[in-house]
């Protein structure tokens, strides 16, 4: 498996790799292909990384810039993070994210944001921060990992990639 920058011949299959992890999903609503496809058209699609085995896309991770009020710069999210079905549980997504968390903090990013499940991201660093609120959102599952001295409180927003179809 190796682990590279995507490609424009790329976006088709980190659509089908997308639809197909989040798929059935209960806390998804299916729209994390679209919000992909959003960020990218937007120019918001901060890193976008595959894993690649055999000549096939078999997952996918998105970082895109996010918005603290009042002002925290170089913050960025997590998200989506798919992994094709018949690949899950096998630590591809997990590498995905340390692959990208470390091109992040080598990049000066200030921090990085997810909503997720806490015992997962726990084990990249990740910790729930009582400063910053994500409206909507249940504070146990917004989770923040600092890549710097930087702090961080205020409202969090995504970019508008994330909102409604």
Known sequence: MIIRAER???HEAIRDVTAAAFAGHP???QTEPLIIERLRAAGALALSLVA???GEVIAHI??????ITPSAAGWYGLGPVSVRPDRQGRGVGSALIRHGLDILRKSGASGCV??????????????NEPALVF???????LMVLHLSEAQVCGTLSYHPAFGPV
């Open 8 to 10: 424009s011949d790329d």
């Open 114 to 127: 997810v909503v997720g499940e806490p015992a997962f991201y726990r084990k990249f660093g990740f910790a």
């Open 52 to 54: 690649e085995d055999a």
């Open 62 to 67: 998105a970082f895109s810039p996010v918005t």
């Open 135 to 141: 409206p909507g959102c249940a504070p146990q599952y």
């Open 27 to 29: 806390h998804s609503d």
